[in-house]
Nanobody, 122 residues
C-alpha cells in the first residue's frame, strides 16, 4: 500500500525558512509527478508547486521566487525549500504523488500524505 510521509513542518518567524520533505513507499512502479499543496481552514486545497518525472517544475504565483521544489527519483522523494516565509504561508502542507503501482499498472492514481503544519508568525 502506498504511503506518503511528510516531515519538516513547524513554526518560524516572517522572513524565515523551512524545508519540507516527503517520501513515498509501498508497491510503487513509477511516479509521474510529485507536488505540494496547502490548505487553510475553510478553504480548498491549492497547488503550491509540482515537479514532473522529467523534472519540469511548476509554481503557484504566490510562491515564485521564494519556494523551490526538488525531486529525488531514486528515493521517491520530493522536497520543498521555503524561503522568505510570510504569515500568509501559514497552512497545512500536503505531499501529493501521481503514482503507478504494481497492483494497478494501467494508470496513475493520486496519493496524499497526512499533512504537516507550517506556521509563520512573529
Amino acid at each position: 500500500q502506498v504511503q506518503l510521509v511528510e516531515s519538516g513542518g513547524g513554526s518560524v518567524q516572517p522572513g524565515g525558512s523551512l524545508r519540507l520533505s516527503c517520501v513515498a513507499s509501498g508497491g510503487i512502479l513509477s511516479i509521474n509527478s510529485m507536488a505540494w499543496y496547502r490548505q487553510t481552514p475553510g478553504n480548498e486545497r491549492e497547488l503550491v508547486a509540482s515537479v514532473g518525472s522529467d523534472f519540469s517544475k511548476n509554481y503557484a504565483d504566490f510562491v515564485k521566487g521564494r519556494f523551490t521544489i526538488s525531486r529525488d527519483n531514486a528515493k521517491n522523494a520530493v522536497t520543498l525549500q521555503m524561503n522568505n516565509l510570510k504569515p500568509a504561508d501559514t497552512a497545512d502542507y500536503y505531499c501529493n504523488g501521481k503514482i503507478v503501482t504494481f497492483t494497478n499498472d494501467y494508470y496513475a492514481l493520486d496519493y496524499w500524505g497526512k499533512g504537516t503544519l507550517v506556521t509563520v508568525s512573529a
